[in-house]
């Protein structure tokens, strides 16, 4: 019988692409990681890398097991969530990745509801940009996402993870408290602050300004929506802002509607073989409880 520690070396090299991606992620040295394949290739009896460069790739039989090692993960994520279902108390630890504008307006009061309801879990919360996180929630890396999907800009769908819907959030030009801006279009000339390219809120905003007949001179670029507020406060900038970044806080900007009252959807996502683990079942419904609270 194959190593179950074995096998999923295997399969996190066939999702990370490299023996010391697999190495940092797992915090194991790249020399182990290969170590430990050898003997999994001596167990099997067939060749399962090949060399490829300065890389290796996976042979046909190495897929396969790639492939049957993450239905026994699933299965045994399954099997200890249902363990811990049968316990009177909720206990253990979730690994929470979240985006700057959710974790601000939602962080704060979720965690002090875990503290008080769930004084055993222990939840450890990054922030990371939700596309990069779906992915290494679905790899395991997260146990629980909070993301985001603008309008006609879809997410990338990953096999396996439980998506539930968290909140709306409507989008609009955010300007200087003084501008003369009345509509979109005043905002052709203006210097624009937005968010790196490939992010959805990029793309989303881009796509906006074009629809409307101009290109957006986007003078300033910083995944910072703290700074975005700075430097439209001040003048300096305008942008597409979610009404999410004012929550618990006084608007400092001018609002102005945008064409369609377009809305991004906000939602949690987790690997459908742990969804029912208790403590990650907890931090959702708080989170949950939070969302609903900001528009209470």
Not at 250 to 270: C, E, K, M, N
């Amino acid at each position: 019988m194959y190593e179950v520690r074995r096998l999923r070396l295997l399969r996190e090299l066939a999702l990370r692409g490299t023996l010391a991606e697999v190495a940092a992620a797992l915090s194991y040295s790249p020399s182990s990681v290969s170590q430990q394949l050898s003997l999994l290739e001596r167990e099997v009896g067939v060749p399962l890398l090949q060399p490829a460069g300065r890389g290796v790739v996976l042979t046909p039989e190495a897929e396969l097991l790639v492939e049957r090692t993450g239905a026994v993960l699933d299965l045994l994520e399954r099997t200890e969530s249902e363990l811990q279902a049968r316990s009177a108390r909720v206990t253990g630890a979730v690994r929470l990745a979240i985006f700057q504008s959710a974790s601000l307006a939602l962080l704060p009061a979720t965690l002090t509801r875990m503290r008080r309801a769930h004084p055993d879990v222990r939840v450890e919360a990054v922030q990371n940009e939700p596309e990069r996180a779906l992915k290494q929630t679905s790899i395991r890396d997260f146990d629980l996402v909070v993301a985001e999907q603008y309008p006609g800009h879809a997410t990338v769908w990953h096999e396996g993870l439980d998506r539930r819907h968290l909140l709306t959030d409507r989008l609009r030009l955010a300007v200087a408290p003084g501008s003369d801006a009345a509509a979109l279009a005043d905002a052709a000339g203006l210097p624009w602050v937005m968010e790196p390219h490939g992010t959805a809120s990029r793309h989303f905003s881009e796509q906006v300004c074009r629809s409307a007949g101009f290109e957006p001179d986007v003078q300033y670029e910083t995944a910072d929506l703290q700074l975005h507020i700075r430097l439209i406060e001040s003048g300096n900038a305008v942008a597409i802002m979610p009404d999410l970044v004012w929550a618990g806080r006084p608007t400092s900007v001018r609002l102005l509607d945008l064409p369609g009252d377009p809305r991004r959807t906000i939602f949690t996502a987790a690997r459908a073989s742990t969804a029912d683990r208790p403590a990650l079942a907890a931090l959702r419904q708080a989170l949950e409880v939070s969302a609903a609270d900001l528009h209470g």
